[in-house]
């Protein structure tokens, strides 16, 4: 763990010197600028069990909180652990994210790690957003990304009216009654009966 990005870094898990961030698999930072490097695929799984072993820890304490009483858990832990507890909510919310394993002076009771959010910042081993992607090229013969959309369908207002909708309207008007006309006969009122 380095508290700075300058190089040369140790690997977080095997402690081989890496010289700069091209030779890393995994270069993280935490929101507490922590980081860590892991210089090969199996350096990576390492430190992400330990990462995992972090999570692990604070599910364990938040559910002896739990079991100790009625009262909410988090009015009943002090600050610090709180947000260990709101970190690790965040960091499952996102699929690469990871806790900070970085050993921390804490009470008896608490986890002893800063259990912050990382994320991965750097190495040759980074995934790549979604929305980073490049699209996929468009498929032979079909449309290509530039040529224009096609044209809106016609409005229903200029439509022509059918036969039967016409035919329907002539009867009410002949009837005496108008479009607005009620179907239904119309109600005496108090004074007329």
């Not at 965040?90 to 990871?98: K, P, V």
């Not at 912050?116 to 498929?139: D, L, R, T």
């Not at 006969?185 to 004074?191: E, G, K, L």
Request: overall charge neutral.
């Amino acid at each position: 763990m380095a508290t700075s990005d300058e190089w040369p870094m140790q690997c977080a898990c095997c402690k081989n010197k890496v010289k700069e961030e091209s030779e890393c698999f995994g270069l993280w930072k935490c929101r507490q600028d922590h980081y860590f490097v892991c210089c090969t695929v199996e350096c990576q799984r390492m430190f992400d069990k330990r990462c995992h072993k972090v999570m692990d820890a604070i599910e364990k304490r938040e559910r002896k909180i739990n079991n100790e009483g009625q009262m909410n858990a988090l009015r009943r832990l002090p600050p610090a652990e709180r947000e260990k507890l709101k970190q690790k909510s965040e960091a499952e919310g996102h699929d690469d994210w990871l806790i900070c394993p970085a050993d921390v002076k804490v009470t008896d009771r608490s986890v002893p790690s800063c259990a912050f959010c990382m994320q991965q910042i750097g190495g040759y081993g980074k995934k790549e957003s979604p929305s980073a992607k490049a699209p996929p090229p468009p498929a032979r013969g079909g449309p290509s990304p530039t040529s224009a959309p096609p044209p809106p369908p016609p409005a229903l207002v200029d439509a022509e009216p059918d036969a039967l909708s016409l035919r329907a309207e002539r009867q009410l008007l002949a009837a005496g009654g108008g479009l607005l006309a009620s179907p239904w006969p119309a109600m005496p009122t108090p004074a007329e009966g």
